[in-house]
């Protein structure tokens, strides 16, 4: 008996220690370690370490509910349940393919020890390269509705760095700005700081920290209030700007990801912003391809030697369907003023402009095997969607293009989920322009291919913003969120210092390598030729091209930094694709094939001309995975090479 009252001592010692904190969680391979802690305070924080080393200082934790004390202090454990993940799963695109998802997890439940003894949990996903945490509110008579003020999430970097934020004017936003290079601690308090946000943590590692799972919810976004610290700060209500969520329980809240390792590389190849979100809702994805098109607005309908006026006419599109059919693109975008005029400033989406003759192109199209996409602004779409999309589907439309929506409040979410389940119905694939960041909703939406949320090469028609610097930073920063619609291509060529911003038949500040390496370094499963199809006619980089694919089954960052490089070769099938491009400055890369298979391979290289930045050179070699070969990289410049097994 006695024996048995010691053990049951014993038991509950331990049962007792399981419910205090700390209490972490590591990675797989033990690597990263998160550790919820009690601060002094006795507030609710964590923090976070690579390989021993601090990544993260102590970060509060907690929600502010309107009328209701913050849940975020005097939280006692109630549980702490630890779990493996394990998955493998596919989608129709994306950057790897199938991918596999491994994290350690914990579910730690919180109870407040005093007052409203309200109930809050704090789930946790560490992975190799990164973790995810979210808020889970059970339903309880304290909160059987979240009206949130704020998050009081914070993140605190644990030393001081090169960072680079996308510094906004507000929450009605784009997000096409330019990301720059900042100490965190020179940030301005009032900076409105979009996501993903990129920073390095001297001699310890780089971290990005974004969102996933976004869904009836705020998008989030980062302030810096003193010091390291950031904090959150989600978009507001436009009903009443003093809330961001207003939400019944039980409920989650979106993943707040942060993404980990010595090598800026491995955030580029990260999916776990895809991990975090759910699996597919669309039971049948055939009809889901991902694909090029050809696209009239970029160069301003602009053409010449050809028997028409060009213009949104049934004519000019012709000449473009027939772009797309001659060099095996699977797409056309009709853009802006396809749609018939109401009284100047509406569009009705179910009628085209008379100069149109929408059945005959669509003929014409069906006749050729290009599908047709559509452009529409969001609010046409959200007062005609019931209508205009059954008829899209009707007509044999492939997609749409909904645009200028520069918001992520919790009602303007709900409109992507919307618009995308109810395409999802009529079998129509989207892209977002004029949107907010991705945050894995392609996941379980994969009719969305891809979206904006960035700025891109369209800013070349007013500006000389879309650099090549601001390109490389973009591959660092932007796209750690997932896929974006930059529409490359630009084949009119100049050196920077000889640019000039034009509307119509606009030039573009880098070399023609540079341009063709942004079809491998830039993430899109619906990639544009942005320029005129006589741009590319009898073009020596065309056929790459025509052959480059959008979608992969793996991704490997071989070089690079912010601002300065970067290298990245993409996998299909047997076949390599490795685009890389510089920055300002001209460089020597020394580029290692011994990520390769085993056997002999066949190279084809396309590398800056040394004179003209509308040239290349384009030369043909066998490798193997024990070889390396040197470039040399023009400012503003870049290259692709196109690797396929021996004999294919």
């Not at 436009?238 to 590389?265: M, N």
């Not at 994805?285 to 028409?308: C, H, L, M, R």
């Amino acid at each position: 008996m006695p024996h048995r009252l010691a053990a049951l001592l014993v038991a509950l010692a331990l049962a007792a220690a399981a419910q205090s904190l700390p209490v972490e969680v590591a990675s797989p391979d033990g690597r990263i370690v998160f550790r919820l802690i009690e601060t002094r305070d006795a507030a609710l924080a964590y923090e976070v370490h690579l390989a021993g080393q601090p990544v993260l200082a102590p970060s509060l934790l907690g929600l502010d509910p309107q009328g209701q004390p913050p849940l975020a202090t005097r939280l006692t454990l109630q549980s702490a349940r630890r779990g493996t993940l394990d998955e493998t799963y596919s989608m129709k695109h994306g950057k790897a393919n199938p991918l596999r998802a491994h994290a350690n997890t914990l579910v730690a439940a919180f109870q407040e020890s005093a007052g409203l003894r309200r109930q809050l949990e704090l789930e946790v996903r560490v992975f190799d390269d990164g973790l995810g945490f979210r808020y889970r509110l059970p339903q309880q008579p304290a909160l059987r509705e979240l009206r949130l003020e704020r998050e009081l999430t914070q993140f605190h970097l644990a030393r001081e760095g090169p960072s680079y934020p996308l510094l906004l004017n507000g929450y009605r936003t784009s997000y096409e700005d330019s990301y720059v290079q900042l100490p965190v601690s020179s940030i301005k308090p009032a900076s409105l700081i979009g996501l993903p946000y990129l920073a390095h943590i001297p001699g310890v590692a780089w971290v990005a920290i974004t969102e996933s799972h976004l869904e009836h919810y705020a998008g989030l976004y980062l302030k810096r209030p003193t010091g390291r610290i950031l904090e959150a700060s989600l978009s507001p209500r436009l009903d009443d700007p003093s809330l961001a969520v207003i939400r019944a329980t039980p409920l989650e809240t979106p993943w707040r990801v942060l993404l980990i390792s010595p090598r800026p590389g491995a955030l580029v190849e990260s999916n776990i912003v895809l991990h975090l979100a759910p699996p597919s809702r669309i039971t049948d994805e055939s009809w889901i391809q991902p694909g090029k098109t050809s696209w009239s607005w970029w160069s301003g309908d602009y053409a010449t030697g050809v028997p028409f006026k060009p213009g949104m006419n049934t004519e000019t599109m012709k000449h473009y369907i027939d772009f797309s059919a001659e060099n095996n693109i699977e797409y056309m975008m009709l853009d802006e003023g396809w749609s018939a005029d109401v009284d100047g400033r509406s569009r009705d989406l179910t009628r085209t402009n008379p100069q149109l003759d929408l059945p005959a192109l669509l003929t014409y199209a069906r006749g050729k095997k290009v599908g047709l996409w559509l452009w529409a602004h969001w609010t046409f779409v959200d007062l005609q969607m019931d209508e205009a999309f059954p008829l899209f589907e009707k007509w044999g439309i492939r997609g749409v293009k909904i645009d200028f929506m520069d918001r992520d409040d919790q009602d303007m979410v709900a409109f992507y989920h919307r618009v995308l389940d109810k395409a999802a119905r009529h079998r129509l694939m989207v892209d977002f322009h004029g949107a907010y960041k991705p945050c894995g909703l392609r996941r379980y939406y994969p009719n969305l291919l891809t979206r904006e949320a960035g700025m891109s090469l369209e800013y070349v028609k007013w500006s000389n913003r879309v650099t090549a610097e601001h390109n490389v930073t973009l591959a660092f920063t932007r796209l750690l969120a997932g896929p974006i619609d930059y529409t490359p291509g630009g084949f009119s060529n100049v050196r920077p210092a000889d640019f000039v911003p034009r509307w119509l038949n606009p030039q573009v500040p880098t070399t023609r390598a540079h341009q063709a390496a942004l079809y491998v370094i830039f993430e899109s499963a619906f990639t544009m030729f942005a320029d005129y199809p006589g741009a590319y006619a009898g073009q020596p980089e065309t056929p790459f091209l025509r052959e480059v694919p959008v979608t992969w089954d793996e991704t490997r960052v071989l070089l690079g930094e912010p601002v300065t490089h970067i290298v990245i070769a993409r996998r299909k099938g047997p076949n390599w694709y490795i685009g890389g491009i510089a920055g300002a400055e001209a460089r020597e890369l020394k580029i290692s094939f011994d990520f390769l298979g085993p056997g002999q391979f066949n190279a084809e290289i396309i590398r800056d001309g040394p004179d003209d930045p509308a040239k290349t050179v384009i030369t043909r070699q066998p490798i193997s995975r024990a070889d390396t070969t040197s470039l040399r990289l023009e400012p503003a410049g870049g290259f692709v090479i196109t690797v396929k097994p021996a004999g294919r």
